[in-house]
Each structure stands twice: as C-alpha cells, then as structure tokens.
C-alpha cells in the first residue's frame, strides 16, 4: 500500500512539474525566468524517477529477504518439530486441537475415578488416546507425577506420552500414542458378554512374554532412569497390549520420583485395592519393593486367569460367603507337587504348556509377594530369572500375613443391598494347612476387596 502510494505521488509530481514548464514558457517565453523554472523542473522529475528506481530495488530485495526468511523459519520449525519427535519432548496442544481430534470426545475407552480416556486421530493421522484429568487438587497431583515420570522415558514396554494441555481453571489432557489391542484384564480373565471391546484368551507363550515385558519395563523405571521411578499402580489394568501382543506399562497417575540416595519413601496410601504391599498397608513407607509385590500379584493372576481375591459360595446367603485367595492356593499347591493345577484350565484344555516355564514364573511370582520386603528380588534379578540367565531358589514357606485380611460387617445400603464396610486394619495369620475349599471364611478389606 505504501508502494502504491508513493508512486501516485511521483507520477503526479512529474505532472505537475510538466504542467508548471508547460505554462512558463506560454507566459514568460524563452526570457531567463523561464529557463531557471524549466532548469529546476526538469531537475526535479529527474530526482523523482531516481527516487523510484531506487525504492523499486530496495522493495525487490526487501521482499526476497522476506521470503527467504519465511522459508527458512517454515525449515526451523520443521527442524524443530522433528527433533520434539526425536527426542521424546512432549507436544503443548491447543485445546481446540485435542477435541477435533476426538470429535468433541466421543469415542470414550475408559473411565476411572478422576479420569477418562478417549480415542482421537490428529491431524498428521496419529493414532491417540487423550487422558481427561478431572479434579482441581487430585487432578493438578496425578497431571503432575504422570507427566515428570514418563515425559522423559523412552522404553520399548513403557507408553509413549506424545502430548498435554492444560485448560485454565479447566480439566487436564494427557495425549499418549494409542496401544491397539487395549489392557491386559482383557486377555487373561473370562470376557463379560456385556463387554464390548478387544479381547480373548491369551496363549500362554504370550503370558509369558508379556510377563518378561513388564518386569523389563519396571527395571528401566527401577533401575536406569536418573531418578528411580515407582509406577505404584501395577496392575492388569494399567498393562496395554499392542498390535503384536506385546506389553506396554501404562498410567503413571499415582507414580513418584525417588533419590538415588533415598532407600524409603512415606506416602499416603494409594493405588489399586488387592496389590498394595504389606509395608505401605502398615505405614512402613514405600521403595520399588512395593512394586515388586504388586508385580508378583499381577504374575498369579496372569498364571491362573483369575483374579487374586475372588467372592465364592452363596452370594445371597450371608453365612455361606467366603473370599478365596489365589495366593494361598498357589503356594499350597507348590508344596503339594500339584504344580499345573494352578494355571488357568483354559489354557489347560489347549495344550502347549511348558511346565519349565509354570514353576518359573510361579516362583518368581512367590518371591515377589514375601511379606518383608527385603526378601523381595530386584526387577533386574527377575527379569534374568524369567530368562532363564539366574536360578530360581524355591521361595520361603511364607504364612501368607495378609495385611488387610479381616471381617466384613456386612451393612445394608439404601437400596436395600448389603455393601462392605471395613472398620479397621489388623494383621491375621492364613493357616497355610487348610485347604481352598475350606469352610473358614476369608474376607477381604475395603482395601483389597474386589
């Protein structure tokens, strides 16, 4: 526009400077007036088109150093976005972007307590799952400790956070890459008919790997990261499985960061009912060997495609309820020689077995759930017993002290249902002699009660 403008000045400039010459000689003649007038006219159109040869070339330099400017910042921004990738740096997203990448958040793929996950495609056509984080206080905590513990992570068998945003007086979003074949709960325990989403029976060749995958994942964390990291929320529904059955350690919600030079953390009581340790259930504070027991009870459960504490007998019947716990079963079975009886019978009913690998994993798995945690392996120790690199020592006859293991007052709610209600904490010894289908009632806490 300034261009424009500046050469409408000149053209009328020259015109008028023309017209002043043109009127000078009608009137003054060819006196010596006349030819200072035309001497100072002819002058001034000369300087006039020199002023505009002059801002043509500055403008067309001007304009290409634009250009190349423009070219070289779309390259650095490419360059950049590049080596975000590379270097794993998650990816600040407009809210705007996170719901047309999900269609206003449609396609839910699951729900917990303070957060639900949805699928969405960005616009490069990546594949995501956006994690909504709900709550002012919880919610700002769990954003906090997932991002500071997997935004600067890179393992194979760990979840890849790509991206967040973060809403003003708003929820919270975690965009992690989306794993194909869902949580391992899935896969491992008899589908519901009302469940509608990828799932089956994994093979045990695949158990096992996926065993191998998570103890790998956890050294990482454990082990190899500059701050060691505790997941503290190990369970099935936190393990993902991707498009070739292979495990992928998710939701770092409740994970926390621990010192090199620190052996034991104290921390308010969080996590999944039914894998928190006996030292963290006791106020005894917390290290990775609380990791290490949830991943032995994620192990048990993996073997025998069951979950850990189960409800059997007359559910309508009050004084026919009793709690079955796998464990005990397990380590019973051990003892008695009765190895196989423990593994999942639909795994059984298939074949293809390899009893070598049953009593590894299953000692693994025992070793992983002692009760003093000191006697607990390290996950680097585990995943050289699972690969057959260390011997398996036969782990200790442990009494199995469940921490949360007491009676159930059985209170009706408003509805006229009964619902649990779990007054107070007590340590009570498991006689390791009576069998699993014994009368004796094990009833399980709020804490670990499914």
Avoid at 39 to 50: H, Q, T
Avoid at 330 to 337: A, I
Avoid at 347 to 372: H, N, P, S, T, Y
Avoid at 411 to 427: F, M, Q, T, V, Y
Wanted: hydrophobic residues 40%; glycine residues 8%.
């Amino acid at each position: 526009m300034e261009d424009k403008k500046a050469k409408i000045i000149a053209v009328l400039s020259v015109v008028a400077l023309i017209i002043v010459i043109v009127l000078a000689r009608v009137y003054l003649g060819l006196t010596k007036t006349f030819s200072l007038i035309a001497g100072a006219d002819v002058a001034a159109i000369f300087a006039v088109i020199i002023y505009v040869i002059i801002r043509q070339r500055f403008n067309r330099r001007r304009m290409l150093l634009e250009r190349q400017m423009v070219s070289e910042g779309r390259e650095l921004r490419i360059e950049y976005s590049f080596l975000r990738k590379v270097a794993g740096v998650p990816t600040k997203f407009q809210f705007k972007e996170l719901a047309e990448a999900t269609d206003d958040f449609r396609l839910l793929l699951g729900q917990g307590a303070s957060a639900c996950v949805f699928k969405g495609v960005l616009t490069d056509g990546t594949n995501v799952a956006v994690k909504r984080i709900e709550g002012e206080e919880h919610g700002e905590k769990e954003f906090k400790s997932e991002v500071a513990a997997i935004a600067s992570v890179q393992h194979v068998n760990l979840v890849r956070l790509i991206g967040y945003c973060r809403v003003p007086l708003g929820p919270r979003y975690l965009v992690y890459e989306f794993i194909k074949n869902g949580s391992l709960d899935h896969w491992i325990f008899p589908k519901r008919e009302s469940q509608n989403r990828p799932g089956g029976c994994l093979s045990w060749h695949l158990r096992y790997r996926v065993a191998i995958d998570v103890a790998k994942a956890l050294s990482y964390l454990h082990h190899d990261c500059r701050s060691r990291i505790l997941h503290l929320d190990v369970k099935p529904e936190n393990i993902l499985l991707d498009e070739n059955h292979r495990a992928i350690v998710a939701d770092f919600g409740l994970s926390k960061l621990m010192g090199r030079d620190e052996s034991r953390v104290v921390t308010t009581i969080r996590g999944t009912k039914g894998y928190l340790a006996p030292e963290w259930l006791l106020g005894h504070g917390i290290s990775e060997k609380s990791d290490i027991y949830s991943y032995g009870m994620v192990l048990l459960e993996l073997i025998g495609g069951r979950r850990n504490v189960r409800l059997i007998g007359n559910c309508n019947d009050k004084s026919k309820k009793k709690w079955e716990y796998f464990p005990k079963i397990v380590n019973m079975k051990v003892r008695e020689g009765k190895l196989m009886e423990v593994v999942d019978h639909r795994l059984i009913d298939g074949g293809g077995i390899d009893e070598r690998e049953v009593r590894r994993l299953v000692f693994v798995a025992l070793w992983c759930i002692q009760e003093k945690a000191r006697l607990r392996p390290s996950m680097a120790r585990v995943v050289e017993m699972l690969e057959g690199r260390a011997d398996i020592d036969d782990p200790p006859d442990t009494q199995m002290i469940i921490v949360d293991l007491l009676s159930i007052d059985e209170e009706p709610e408003d509805d006229g249902h009964e619902r649990p209600n779990g007054i107070a904490l007590a340590a009570r010894h498991v006689d390791s002699t009576l069998p699993s289908t014994s009368t004796c009632s094990y009833a399980i806490s709020v804490l670990s009660g499914r």
